[in-house]
C-alpha cells in the first residue's frame, strides 16, 4: 500500500506545474555567445567534382565548439571536398548557444552563380523571394524548389522563410544543388495584441505562470526574459503544461514575436 501511495504521489507531482522548468537560469547567447568568421572558399574545379572547400573559425562562448555544415556536425571550421553549391555553416558551444552564416556559396569554374535573397516578413503568410543568376555556360538551365516542378524560371515567390534546396541543372546534364536560407524579417507581431493575451488565458493560469508559484508570464519583462524558451516549449507542445493547449496559429504568433526580438509594442 506505502509503494502505491507513494507512486500516485509521484506522479501527481510530475504533473504540476511546480515541474515547468521555465526558472532556470538563462544564458543570453547574444552576448556570451560564440561567433564565426568566414576565412575563406575555394571553390571546386569542374561541377561535379568533388574539391571545393569552405574554412571558418570561431571565438568566444565556451569550447568546445561543434561545427556545422548544413546541420551536418563535425569537429574542424574546415570542411572539404564539397560540390559547388550554396552552404550554410556554423559554430555551437557547449551552453547550445550558436552562430550561423548563410548562403555561402562555392562556385565550380564551369558553373558560377548567385543568389538574391529577400526576407519573409509576414507572420502566417510566405513573402520570401529566391532569385538565382548563373553564367550561361552550357544552357539551357533548368531550376526546381525543394520538391517542387523543375521550370525554366529561375525566379521564387512566396517563399517560407528558413532552409530550402534549389536545384540547378545545364543543358549537359550536370546538377548542382543549393543549401539557400531565406531570413526571417520583422513581421511587426505585436506584444500587446497577439501575444499578452495568450498568455493571460492559457499560460498565467491558477498557480502557474501568474506570479503565485511561477514567473508572471503576463510582465512584458518577464516573457521577455524568457522569450526564447516560451518560444521552444511552445513550438514542442510542452508549454502550456496543463490547460487548453494552444492553437497553431498563436504557435506561430509566440515565434514571430521572439524571432522580431520580442519587442515591447
Same mark, same amino acid.
Given at each position: 500500500?506505502?509503494?502505491?501511495?507513494?507512486?500516485?504521489?509521484?506522479?501527481?507531482?510530475?504533473?504540476?506545474?511546480?515541474?515547468?522548468?521555465?526558472?532556470?537560469?538563462?544564458?543570453?547567447?547574444?552576448?556570451?555567445?560564440?561567433?564565426?568568421?568566414?576565412?575563406?572558399?575555394?571553390?571546386?574545379?569542374?561541377?561535379?567534382?568533388?574539391?571545393?572547400?569552405?574554412?571558418?573559425?570561431?571565438?568566444?562562448?565556451?569550447?568546445?565548439?561543434?561545427?556545422?555544415?548544413?546541420?551536418?556536425?563535425?569537429? !574542424?571550421?574546415?570542411?572539404?571536398?564539397?560540390?559547388?553549391?550554396?552552404?550554410?555553416?556554423?559554430?555551437?558551444?557547449?551552453?547550445?548557444?550558436?552562430?550561423?552564416?548563410?548562403?555561402?556559396?562555392?562556385?565550380?569554374?564551369?558553373?558560377?552563380?548567385?543568389?538574391?535573397?529577400?526576407?519573409? !516578413?509576414?507572420?502566417?503568410?510566405? !513573402?520570401?523571394?529566391?532569385?538565382?543568376?548563373?553564367?550561361?555556360?552550357?544552357?539551357?538551365?533548368?531550376?526546381?524548389?525543394?520538391?517542387?516542378?523543375?521550370?525554366?524560371?529561375?525566379?521564387?515567390?512566396?517563399?517560407?522563410?528558413?532552409?530550402?534546396?534549389?536545384?540547378?541543372?545545364?543543358?549537359?546534364?550536370?546538377?548542382?544543388?543549393?543549401?539557400?536560407?531565406?531570413?526571417?524579417?520583422?513581421?511587426?507581431? !505585436?506584444?500587446?495584441?497577439?501575444?499578452?493575451?495568450?498568455?493571460?488565458?492559457?499560460?498565467?493560469?491558477?498557480?502557474?505562470?501568474?506570479?503565485?508559484?511561477?514567473?508572471?508570464?503576463?510582465?512584458?519583462?518577464?516573457?521577455?526574459?524568457?522569450?526564447?524558451?516560451?518560444?521552444?516549449?511552445?513550438?514542442?507542445?510542452?508549454?502550456?503544461?496543463?490547460?487548453?493547449?494552444?492553437?497553431?496559429?498563436?504557435?506561430?504568433?509566440?515565434?514571430?514575436?521572439?524571432?522580431?526580438?520580442?519587442?515591447?509594442?
Amino acid at each position: 500500500m506505502r509503494r502505491l501511495f507513494y507512486f500516485s504521489c509521484s506522479l501527481f507531482i510530475l504533473t504540476s506545474c511546480v515541474y515547468h522548468d521555465l526558472d532556470k537560469p538563462v544564458i543570453d547567447c547574444t552576448i556570451a555567445g560564440p561567433s564565426l568568421t568566414l576565412e575563406s572558399v575555394t571553390p571546386a574545379s569542374t561541377c561535379g567534382s568533388l574539391d571545393g572547400r569552405i574554412h571558418v573559425v570561431a571565438a568566444g562562448g565556451e569550447q568546445p565548439y561543434t561545427y556545422l555544415l548544413n546541420n551536418t556536425a563535425q569537429s !574542424s571550421g574546415d570542411f572539404q571536398d564539397l560540390a559547388a553549391g550554396i552552404y550554410s555553416v556554423g559554430v555551437v558551444d557547449v551552453n547550445g548557444c550558436d552562430t550561423v552564416i548563410t548562403n555561402v556559396i562555392v562556385a565550380a569554374r564551369d558553373f558560377a552563380f548567385t543568389a538574391e535573397v529577400t526576407k519573409d !516578413s509576414l507572420c502566417e503568410a510566405n !513573402s520570401g523571394i529566391i532569385v538565382l543568376s548563373v553564367e550561361e555556360v552550357n544552357p539551357p538551365y533548368t531550376y526546381q524548389l525543394d520538391n517542387g516542378v523543375t521550370a525554366a524560371s529561375n525566379t521564387f515567390m512566396t517563399v517560407s522563410h528558413g532552409d530550402h534546396t534549389v536545384t540547378i541543372r545545364d543543358g549537359h546534364d550536370c546538377m548542382v544543388s543549393l543549401h539557400v536560407t531565406v531570413p526571417r524579417g520583422i513581421t511587426g507581431t !505585436s506584444w500587446s495584441t497577439d501575444i499578452q493575451p495568450v498568455m493571460e488565458t492559457y499560460c498565467a493560469l491558477s498557480g502557474c505562470h501568474n506570479g503565485s508559484a511561477r514567473v508572471d508570464l503576463r510582465n512584458y519583462n518577464n516573457a521577455r526574459t524568457y522569450a526564447q524558451q516560451i518560444k521552444s516549449m511552445t513550438e514542442d507542445r510542452s508549454m502550456p503544461f496543463d490547460g487548453t493547449p494552444l492553437k497553431q496559429s498563436d504557435i506561430d504568433k509566440i515565434a514571430c514575436w521572439v524571432d522580431d526580438g520580442a519587442p515591447n509594442n
